[in-house]
Structure formats: structure tokens, C-alpha cells
T-cell receptor, first 116, second 116 residues
């Protein structure tokens, strides 16, 4: 089955620690995205990547970093600079990227990050 | 102004009845797409339905239909014959071009509860 796999489902971070969230897709999609969801809020874009070795900042990139070394993988690192990291993180992918108004995004099942 | 406004934080509907979830949007882009996603308690975002700004007819997908009123900038989701499994958060989103590239912007969502 094609889809997007996020791991772990739950993650805990200590003060001053960097943590990395995994996202893998086997849909052969070019574009991948990371969104953050806070309680009672919609999703906000952190980073996106349209091709390997290239990525762009979204609306709330501060305190986060990403890499795109392989088409299938787009890990997100939450750095110690992110002072309020507790949130639900969703990874998504799309066929070609944010280049048209009908690009449908497919989502993973998310990672809940909490601060100890 | 908010790009996507969902005015109903929570809605209740009796099983087998129809329900309408409201969504209004704000964009100056003539070419845009409107999406509805469902988020069950498991966390995954599930695509439901899409409406393009140039589409002449309202979109339909099974029990889901979109009441698209372009002049009023509204794109309400209608779910017919509600089922218990429809209980979830529902998000309206718009794909339009901001500063040079298309981006998907989400509303804050509506929590739908289906009553047996």
C-alpha cells in the first residue's frame, strides 16, 4: 500500500534537546511538507520541499530544520531554539509541489511531541 | 482578514440526517482551489473533496458535496445521511498563490459529533 509513514507516534523532548521526527513516503511524490497543529487550531506550514536537496521555509520555520537527501524522506528536527515545541506534527506529500491550485496533499498519521 | 474562516467550533447532527459545515474564504487570486479534510481522533488528515475556482458545477464525492458560492466566497461542506463514523474534526483549506508560490492555508476546523 502506498502512503506516508511518520514515526514515532509519540515523542518526548527534554529542555535543550534536539529531536528528529521521521517522515517517509512511497507514493513517488516530488513534494513533501511539514505542518504543525496546536489544539483548537488549523495546520500551519513549517517547511516544504519540491525536489531533493531543496527546501523552503513556511510560515513558522524558526526553531526547526529539515533535510531532503532522498525523494522518499523528509525528516524534521525540532531544535532547542524552538521554545514551545509541544504540538501535533503532520507530514504531507503531493505529486508535483505547490505550483498550482489543485495540488492535493496526502497526510501521514502524525507525531505528538511533548516537552518533559 | 483570515484567509479561511470556519465559524462553527462544534456541531451536532442526528445519525442519518444531513449537516452543513460552513467555510468562508478570502483571496484576491483568481485561480484557487478549495479543499475539505477530515481528521478523526487518530490524527490523520483525510482528503474529502475539492472545488476549483473556475469549476462551474458544485463538487460531489459520494455523501459529500460542496455548496460553492463564489460571489459570497463561501464553500460549505454538506454531508448527507450522517454516520457515526463521520464524527471528527473537519477542516476547510484554500490553495492560492501568495508570494509567488501556491500554499495550502487551513481554517481552525469544526468538530462534528454524530448522535445515534
Amino acid at each position: 500500500d502506498g502512503g506516508i509513514t511518520q514515526s514515532p507516534k509519540y515523542l518526548f523532548r527534554k529542555e535543550g534537546q534536539n529531536v528528529t521526527l521521521s517522515c517517509e513516503q512511497n507514493l513517488n511524490h516530488d513534494a513533501m511538507y511539514w505542518y504543525r497543529q496546536d489544539p483548537g487550531q488549523g495546520l500551519r506550514l513549517i517547511y516544504y520541499s519540491q525536489i531533493v536537496n531543496d527546501f523552503q521555509k513556511g510560515d513558522i520555520a524558526e526553531g526547526y530544520s529539515v533535510s531532503r537527501e532522498k525523494k522518499e524522506s523528509f525528516p524534521l528536527t525540532v531544535t532547542s531554539a524552538q521554545k514551545n515545541p509541544t504540538a501535533f506534527y503532520l507530514c504531507a506529500s503531493s505529486s508535483t509541489g505547490p505550483s498550482n491550485s489543485y495540488e492535493k496533499l496526502f497526510f501521514g498519521s502524525g507525531t505528538q511531541l511533548s516537552v518533559l | 482578514a483570515q484567509k479561511i474562516t470556519q465559524t462553527q467550533p462544534g456541531m451536532f447532527v442526528q445519525e442519518k440526517e444531513a449537516v452543513t459545515l460552513d467555510c468562508t474564504y478570502d483571496t484576491s487570486d483568481p485561480s484557487y482551489g478549495l479543499f475539505w479534510y477530515k481528521q478523526p481522533s487518530s490524527g490523520e488528515m483525510i482528503f474529502l473533496i475539492y472545488q476549483g475556482s473556475y469549476d462551474q458545477q458544485n463538487a460531489t464525492e459520494g455523501r459529500y458535496s460542496l455548496n460553492f458560492q463564489k460571489a459570497r466566497k463561501s464553500a460549505n461542506l454538506v454531508i448527507s445521511a450522517s454516520q457515526l463514523g463521520d464524527s471528527a474534526m473537519y477542516f476547510c483549506a484554500i490553495m492560492d498563490s501568495g508570494a509567488g508560490s501556491y500554499q495550502l492555508t487551513f481554517g481552525k476546523g469544526t468538530k462534528l459529533s454524530v448522535i445515534p
